[in-house]
């Protein structure tokens, strides 16, 4: 079993993963992002998302109401199902699901976010929270029936209220379940770069225990990233693929070890 967990950026190459994964025999599941598509649809509401930094230093969306509605827009619908197209147009016969959908993915809502504002520690509250479980009976029922899941965000909470969450943490819950043996990561870069800017510092491989490490030295998104990929080999999982998603062969350029291999 294998996840794909394909970015939110503009620059992927989305014809290209479908028409790899087209040809990979084992089966897989689909997580994607759409924070690109998200950010262009906030704009053009005049609702620009609001990005806050938590005391640990982890970069997260602020997620109100308004999110969670630009986010059904742009995550559940436009990417998703664009997705899905993509899928049937090469002969993928996907099926499109956000974690409300038969509580697919279910999660806890965050108490709140601690974070400094002007020099005071304050709690922020937001519709956001963590990922607990999957919906396995429904997820193996699709697979076993020769669909692909193509699943995205936003989550349900405990209180059946729709939640936002990372996609790195979904595809943990999702390892756990259906206990895959490959998380391959695309992204608009071609891996985990030495200097972050700079793509000829392509790091090819790391080793699982020099993640805490790594992680201390990257910002932002790569940061939550790596934090994600370091609760996956506590599971036990065998190998990440951390791989540029722009190429004209993504998916099997990962597979052949372009990229940063972890394990």
Known sequence: MIIIKIGGGAGLNLTGIIQDLKQVEEKFVIVHGANAARDRLAEALGQPKKVVTSVSGYSSVYSDEALIDQMMMAYAGLRNKRLVELCHQHGLNAVGLCGLDGKMIEGVRNKGIRVYDGGKLKILRDYSGKPERVNQSLLLLLLDQGYVPVLTVPIIDEQNRAINTENDDVVRVL???????????????????????????????IAVPELEAREQQVEGRMKR???????????????????????????????????????
Do not use: C, M, Y
Not at 177 to 195: C, N, R, S, Y
Not at 199 to 204: C, D, P, Q
């Open 175 to 205: 390892q756990k379940a259906l206990q895959a043996h490959t998380v391959i990561h695309l992204i608009e870069a071609p891996g985990f770069l030495e200097k972050k800017d700079d793509e000829s510092t392509l790091i090819r491989r």
């Open 225 to 263: 990233k790596i934090l994600a990929i370091r609760k996956l080999f506590e599971q036990g999982v065998t190998r990440v693929l951390l791989a540029d998603g722009r190429g004209e062969h993504p998916v099997l350029d990962a597979l052949s070890g372009k990229g940063t291999v972890i394990e």
